[in-house]
């Protein structure tokens, strides 16, 4: 009896040890499949993750925006940062709210600084930080990026789907090539 | 009689028959009287150890593996691949369960391999999806998924993992003590499992092991999630905490011999003596109102309330071990738990000058020494001996070194507590005690 209950409590465990998982994939595929796309320009730097392994660290260019009169911000609060595109076909940030906003697109955030007050500029941090490499390839792709930097061409973007507000990246890019490509280039 | 010292009679046994000195009946009804050495208690020590060591390896293998972040695979194969160790693990832990539940070393090693394999997996996923922010949320994921096995398969491995896992946790939210603090009930969930295994089983290696990670862990926690509405307060809290666990060390493991089974004690007692060191120095007094970090929220009032409730419970936790060992008469056991009490009145009188503190701590390490001594003269033990030399050798030499004493003096006060050591050692074994 006893050894029933237990082995019926780990099958419990065990089910919600997959159902974890699965729903972080689904929920992801999801929003890769349907999310409406959008490029954010960024700029890369190399760090390493000791459970998750090498990744690219991300810092988005456009993270700052005008606060509306009459909302304000608090550090740390999370918030809806609305997203627009550019002539160049770039996303940027066109206004916060503390809601959720109706026919638009935006991504959750949280903000690093709050600035001060109606008016003044905020500051966010957008849900996307860093873009996993092969161990070997994440430094080179740091490189690669700096000396395109050096040039005067800061053409480093993330593609990203957004849906409801949650983002997932979907592809990073360096000079208009996929950054494996552009690695794979590099090395011959 | 110890298995040892029987192993070694039987060894002797005989050698003193074909020498005469024993009858071979006599040397029978020895054997007889002690009856067979059982050593399938450290074989099933030994299967455990190789076989939890053996599942850690592997589980951190498959982990660095997984990092290398094999990019020439789709998503969908990446996705199939995270599941696999998972399952893997799982498949194992109920093979186990179902065929094995008796098997110690089978259950602990398998729930350590699958406490690991839900890391690799969640890791792989994470890494696919490049899945933004802190270790914090990835951490305590993994954490709450594993914690019931520990229960579920009595192991404590993954039980010490959690452990370390929340401390990660809490250091992560080092700024955000609101945070932190629920350090303390997600610690307080494997309590059980640790009171369950003191009780069952208090020789073997894996209650030491979980009793010196947890110790550690509670005091690197502390540090993150305490005493955040009141600067300089770690001085009471360090204080309580390390008397605390003295203080259930000596109880917990009461007739143990060995320290090393007494991580609580030795952790306790070298975590008393650090600070009352500490204590003695002028610059931990002079600044003791300076708090050197930002803290991304304030707290107060209200939401300090489970901060203030959890470092009133350890200090009062601390003041009854003291009480206890007072009113029982155990006077060096009362003084090495009195630290928080003078940590407490010093703290309280830290506005006046700065002499007082340190005078009463120099006062204090000066007396548990020469009790340490004294004891250890009455019970004829050279360790008591020593360590309270050892106590008051430091004192006297530390003292030394912040005062403006010239090298001459200084010297000849190294030299005669060098020469101190010797003769009492010296002295100690003549007298033929030295246990």
Redesign the interface.
Same mark, same amino acid.
């Given at each position: 009896m006893r050894k029933q209950l237990i082995i019926g409590l780990f099958v419990g465990v065990a089910l919600a040890q997959i159902v974890t998982p699965l729903s972080m994939i689904t929920r992801r595929e999801s929003v890769l499949q349907t999310g409406e796309q959008f490029k954010f320009k960024v700029a890369p730097v190399d760090p390493y993750d000791a459970f998750r392994g090498r990744y690219v660290a991300l810092r988005v260019m456009e993270n700052k925006v005008v606060v509306a009169s009459g909302t304000k911000l608090d550090f740390g609060q999370r918030v809806f940062a609305h997203i627009a595109v550019d002539e160049q076909g770039f996303a940027k940030l066109s206004g916060v709210s503390t809601v959720r906003p109706q026919g638009l697109s935006y991504l959750e955030a949280t903000v690093v600084n709050p600035g001060r007050g109606g008016g003044t500029q905020a500051m966010l941090k957008l849900p996307f930080d860093r873009y996993y490499m092969e161990e070997k390839k994440a430094p080179l792709a740091e490189r690669i990026y700096q000396r395109h930097a050096r040039r005067g061409k800061e053409d480093a973007y993330l593609t990203v789907r957004v849906k409801d507000g949650f983002a997932v990246i979907e592809q990073l890019y360096v000079g208009g090539k996929r950054i494996e490509d552009a690695v794979r280039d590099a090395k011959e | 009689m110890g298995k040892r010292a029987i192993k070694w009679l039987y060894q002797e046994l005989p050698v003193l028959v074909s020498k005469g000195v024993l009858a071979q009946e006599a040397a029978d009804r020895l054997r007889e009287y002690y009856g067979e050495i059982k050593d399938a208690g450290k074989k099933m020590t030994a299967v455990i150890i190789c076989g939890v060591l053996g599942a850690l390896l592997i589980g951190l293998g498959i982990?660095l593996l997984? !990092?290398? =972040?094999?990019?020439e695979f789709s998503?969908f194969t990446r !996705?199939i691949l *995270?599941?696999l160790p998972? %399952?893997i693990g /799982?498949g194992l832990?109920?093979w186990v %369960?179902?065929k094995r +539940?008796q098997s110690h070393a089978f259950k602990e090693a398998s729930a350590t391999f699958?406490s690991l394999m839900? $890391?690799a *997996?969640?890791?792989?996923? *994470? /890494?696919?999806? =490049?899945?933004? $922010?802190t270790?914090g949320t990835?951490i305590l994921?993994w954490m709450l998924?594993i914690v +019931?096995?520990v229960y579920?398969?009595q192991a404590s491995l993954p039980a010490v993992i959690y452990f370390i896992g929340i401390t990660a946790w809490a250091g992560n939210y080092w700024n955000d003590p609101l945070m932190a603090v629920l350090f303390w009930p997600l610690a307080a969930v494997v309590m059980p499992h640790f009171i369950w295994a003191l009780r069952k089983e208090i020789y073997t290696i894996r209650t030491t092991i979980m009793a010196l990670v947890m110790a550690i862990c509670v005091s690197i926690g502390a540090g993150f999630s305490l005493g955040k509405t009141w600067s300089g307060s770690w001085i009471i809290i360090y204080s309580s905490i390390y008397a605390v666990l003295f203080g259930l060390g000596n109880r917990a493991f009461k007739g143990l011999t060995s320290n090393w089974q007494r991580p609580l004690r030795i952790i306790g007692v070298l975590g008393i003596l650090f600070l009352a060191f500490l204590f003695t120095v002028r610059f931990v007094w002079q600044y003791i109102g300076a708090d050197y970090y930002r803290l *991304?929220?304030e707290v107060s009032g209200s939401t300090a309330f489970l901060d203030h409730l959890i470092t009133f419970a350890i200090i009062a936790l601390a003041m009854f071990f003291l009480y206890d060992n007072a009113r029982r008469k155990k006077l060096t056991l009362a003084l090495f738990g009195a630290l928080p009490l003078l940590a407490i009145i010093t703290y309280s009188l830290r506005g006046q000058e700065i002499i007082f503190p340190l005078f009463i701590f120099n006062a204090y390490l000066l007396i548990l020494s020469l009790v340490r001594i004294k004891e250890g003269i009455r019970n004829n033990s050279l360790a008591a001996i020593n360590s309270g030399m050892l106590i008051l050798g430091i004192l006297l030499i530390v003292r030394f070194f912040d005062s403006d004493i010239n090298f001459i003096l200084k010297g000849l006060a190294f030299i005669a507590v060098g020469v101190g050591f010797l003769v009492t050692n010296v002295v100690l074994v003549r007298r033929g005690g030295g246990r």
């Open positions: - | 982990i997984l !990092a290398h =972040n094999w990019e998503r !996705a *995270s599941f998972l %399952l /799982q832990a109920f %369960l179902c +539940p699958l839900v $890391g *997996s969640i890791a792989l996923i *994470s /890494q696919t999806y =490049n899945i933004h $922010g270790a990835f994921t998924l +019931p096995l579920l398969m *991304s929220r």
